[in-house]
C-alpha cells in the first residue's frame, strides 16, 4: 500500500509585546501558527484605536447594547458598527463575553435586514484566539443558532491553532472532519487546517492517529493536492514514532525540495532504523561533495546523534566507510545545534491576506480619515 502514495504522488511577534500578549499565552503548550500570521496584528491595531476613540464612554455603548438585547427584543436592532465595535471592546470577563455572543447571534439572525457583504466569522474567531478562550470558541463555532457563521477557512485555522494551543488534539481531527465536509471555497483539505490536523495527529503520537493521517494524505493526494512540506514531515516523523520507517521514506518521497535539512534527516533517520548503513553513506557523501560556495547540507545534532548510535550496536570499525564519512561531517561542521524536533515545533510564519485582515487595515484607515513495504495502516 506504501507504493500507492509513491503512485499517487507521481501522478513574528514584533508588533506583539508583552503586554498585547498577555491573553494568548495563557495555558497553553506551544504556538504553531505565529499571531502576526493570524491577522491578529491588524485586529490588535483596530482593537487599540476603538478603544482610544471610545474613551470612557464604552460603559454607556455596554449598557446600550444590553438594553437593545434584553429589553427590546426584535424592535431594535445589531448594526454592523455596534457588533464591530464590541469586537474590539470586549474584555476577558464572563458580561462581555456573554453580551458578545448575544450581540452576534442577534446580528446573525437579522440577516433579512443586511445590505453588506462583510463576514464577522474570522474576526471573532481573531478575537476568542486574542482572549484565549478556546471552550467558547469552540461553542460558538458547533452553536446551531451561528450554523454558517463560521464557514471561512481562516476561522478554521484560528480555533484549530487555539486547540493546538492547548494540546486538544482530538477536537482539531473532529473540526477538520466537519471541514473536509463542508469543502469551502472548494478545498477539502485547505493548506492551513491541513497542516495543522497533521501536527495533531504527530503531538497526539498513537496508532488511531497515524491511521487517521495517513488516510487523510491518501484523500488529499487522490484530490491532487500538493501537500505542503511541513504536514509531509509531520506524518514523517510520526511513522518513524509508530516503528514503521518504511512509511517514513515513502511519505518524505512527496517533498518538492528532497535537500531540505529536515526531510534529509527524517530519511536518514528511517535508514537508521532499517539498519541500511549504504544509503546513509549516499547522503553524508553527498554533503561533502558540494561545492564548498553553496549552502552546506547540514544535518540536526540528534539525527547525527542516532548515526552514532548506530555505529556503536552494530560495532563499525573504526575504517568503516560511514564511520570515517560521519568523521568528516562533525569535522567540517556539518552538524547545527538545534535538533528535527525542535524544528518541527518552530512556529510557522505565513503572510496571510484575507477580507477580514483587509478590513483590519480599511477600518484604521477610514476612522482617522472621518473617525515493496508493510500494509500502511488505516489506508484503504
Request: charged fraction near 25%.
Amino acid at each position: 500500500m506504501a507504493k500507492q502514495i509513491t503512485n499517487i504522488a507521481k501522478n513574528g511577534f514584533s508588533l506583539f509585546n508583552k503586554n498585547t500578549l498577555s491573553c494568548v499565552n495563557i495555558n497553553v503548550t506551544r504556538l504553531l501558527y505565529t499571531p502576526n500570521s493570524l491577522g491578529l496584528d491588524g485586529y490588535l491595531n483596530s482593537r487599540d484605536y476603538v478603544k482610544h476613540q471610545f474613551l470612557s464612554m464604552d460603559t454607556m455603548f455596554r449598557q446600550k447594547m444590553n438594553d437593545n438585547i434584553s429589553n427590546y427584543g426584535d424592535e431594535r436592532l445589531i448594526f454592523t458598527e455596534d457588533l464591530k465595535n464590541m469586537l474590539h471592546l470586549v474584555e476577558k470577563n464572563p458580561s462581555d463575553l456573554e453580551l458578545m455572543l448575544k450581540m452576534i447571534k442577534k446580528y446573525n439572525s437579522q440577516n433579512k435586514l443586511r445590505f453588506g457583504s462583510f463576514v464577522f466569522g474570522t474576526i471573532v474567531m481573531r478575537v476568542y484566539y486574542y482572549l484565549d478562550e478556546v471552550d467558547l470558541a469552540l461553542n460558538a463555532l458547533r452553536d446551531p443558532e451561528l450554523n454558517g457563521f463560521f464557514d471561512q477557512i481562516t476561522s478554521y485555522q484560528l480555533i484549530m491553532d487555539l486547540l493546538y494551543n492547548h494540546g486538544k488534539y482530538i477536537e482539531i481531527k473532529e473540526l477538520y472532519d466537519d471541514l473536509q465536509q463542508k469543502c469551502i471555497n472548494g478545498q477539502p483539505h485547505p493548506r492551513n487546517p491541513f497542516i495543522l490536523v497533521m501536527a495533531a495527529c504527530y503531538k497526539e503520537n498513537t496508532p488511531e492517529s497515524y491511521d487517521y493521517a495517513l488516510k487523510v494524505l491518501k484523500d488529499s493526494q487522490l484530490k491532487g493536492n500538493r501537500n505542503p512540506r511541513r504536514s509531509i514531515m509531520y506524518l514523517a516523523a510520526l511513522a518513524l514514532k509508530q516503528n514503521d520507517p518504511q512509511t517514513a521514506l515513502e511519505i518524505t518521497s512527496l517533498a518538492r525540495n528532497p535537500n531540505y535539512i529536515a526531510i534529509r534527516c527524517l530519511k536518514i533517520e528511517s535508514y537508521v532504523k532499517l539498519k541500511r548503513p549504504e544509503e546513509i553513506m549516499i547522503y553524508l557523501r553527498n554533503s561533502l561533495q558540494v561545492d564548498s560556495s553553496a549552502t552546506k547540507l547540514s544535518y540536526f545534532s540528534d539525527t547525527v546523534y542516532k548515526i552514532d548510535n548506530f555505529i556503536n550496536e552494530e560495532n563499525l570499525e573504526s575504517n568503516h566507510d560511514l564511520v570515517q564519512l560521519l568523521k568528516q561531517i562533525k569535522q567540517q561542521d556539518f552538524i547545527q545545534t538545534g535538533t528535527l524536533s525542535n524544528h518541527l515545533d518552530s512556529e510557522i510564519q505565513v503572510l496571510k491576506h484575507d477580507r477580514n485582515q483587509t478590513f483590519d487595515k480599511e477600518f484604521n484607515h477610514n476612522r482617522k480619515r472621518k473617525v515493496t513495504f508493510p500494509e500502511m495502516r488505516g489506508v484503504v
